[in-house]
């Protein structure tokens, strides 16, 4: 089992950046696949980034493809989102999420989730 905890959220301007966070417990990090998603008020959780064990793959929702980068230290047992241009639209809580078989952008294949971090973009 792995806890994970976001941060970096908070307010920003449009066109602004921020860096996103997700320490990971545990001494397997490095197995498992890793996701960022994000849930804007009244809407779904949505797929924003994921990376696979090795950090070698990564894959991106088109609307931040060019804007954002999901990186991972397997050292640090972190995996982090790198945010820039950031939109009014980007507005949501983010949430970082382990997945215990493969990697990719299917939310139910995830297995564990942090409590998410909100992310504020003011125009």
């Known amino acids: 089992q792995v806890q994970l905890v976001e941060s970096g959220g908070g307010l920003v301007q449009a066109g602004g950046s921020l860096r996103l966070s997700c320490a990971a417990s545990?001494?397997?990090?490095?197995?498992?696949?890793m996701g960022w998603f994000r849930q804007a008020p009244g809407k779904e959780r949505e797929f924003v980034a994921a990376i696979s064990t090795s950090g070698g793959f990564t894959s991106y929702a088109e609307f931040v493809k060019g804007r954002f980068t999901i990186s991972r230290d397997n050292v640090k047992n972190t995996v982090y989102l790198q945010m820039n241009s950031l939109k009014t639209e980007d507005t949501a809580v983010y949430y970082c999420?382990?997945?215990?078989?493969?990697w990719g952008r299917g939310i139910i294949a995830y297995d564990y989730w942090g409590q998410g971090t909100q992310v504020t973009v003011s125009s």
């Open positions: 545990g001494r397997t990090f490095s197995r498992y696949g």
């Open positions: 999420a382990a997945r215990t078989s493969g």
